[in-house]
């Protein structure tokens, strides 16, 4: 569990750093060398140009539409990463023992603690770092969609409802939406297992922190993205996790009683 906190502080890091790369300012054109600008901004750009010419030249639509497709591009990952964290759910209480059975801290008894449980996922057909694919995946394209906006001028240039899609929200209503849906959704992707993992109910509110402080700083296009992308993965995650959640409302409400 704590990998996967530190892969997530890593890629947000990695995020920052490659927002402030000095290629920033550079415009993207098809003449744009390097496998970063070829293969991942530049046809990001074209993609977003092409879907808002279609949609009458309205770039804040093109932005919602094109979320909406790759959000549905990696939705066979998405599934896939809710079934690990099932499975992983599911074998909580077995790891729990084997953490009890194995609790000094000497460093022979932990090899055999990490032995112990990794014949425990493969047994059971578990890879611990499978809720962590989608994330790889979804960085680059995320980190791509800040160039692409903030190196098209026709995009950073646009207008869409209050804001300005090349600079930060001046009401801050996206970066709070961002905030906000970001809690609604890892909370339901959390939902039952608070107790079994105190380190990620951490990161349930230490994720719309970090994503309201971004999104307040860059361009209200990229909040824009992330403000669909959340409510895409809360519908998902509600008809996929449906009666788990109505299970983990239920039983917080009789807790509560």
Known sequence: MKKRILLLTGLLSLLLVLAGCNQIKQPITPESTGIWN??????????????AEFLGGSYG???I???ILIRLVILPLMIKQTKSSKAMQALQPQLTELKKKYSS??????QTLQQETMALFQKNGVNPMAGCFPLLIQMPILIGF????????AIAHDNFLWFHLGSPDPYLILPILAAVTTFIQQ???????EKQNPQMAMMTWM?????FIFAFKFPAALSLYWVVGNIFMIVQTYFIKGPELTTASGYAGGAKK
Do not use: E, N
């Open 61 to 63: 639509l093109s932005i």
């Open 207 to 211: 994720m719309p922190i970090m994503i």
């Open 105 to 110: 801290k000497d460093q022979k008894t932990q």
């Open 38 to 51: 070829q293969y991942i901004v530049y046809p990001l750009s074209l993609f977003i140009t092409k879907v």
């Open 187 to 193: 909370k339901m992707m959390m939902a039952g297992t």
């Open 65 to 67: 539409v094109v979320t």
């Open 146 to 153: 800040y160039h692409a906006i903030s190196r098209s001028r």
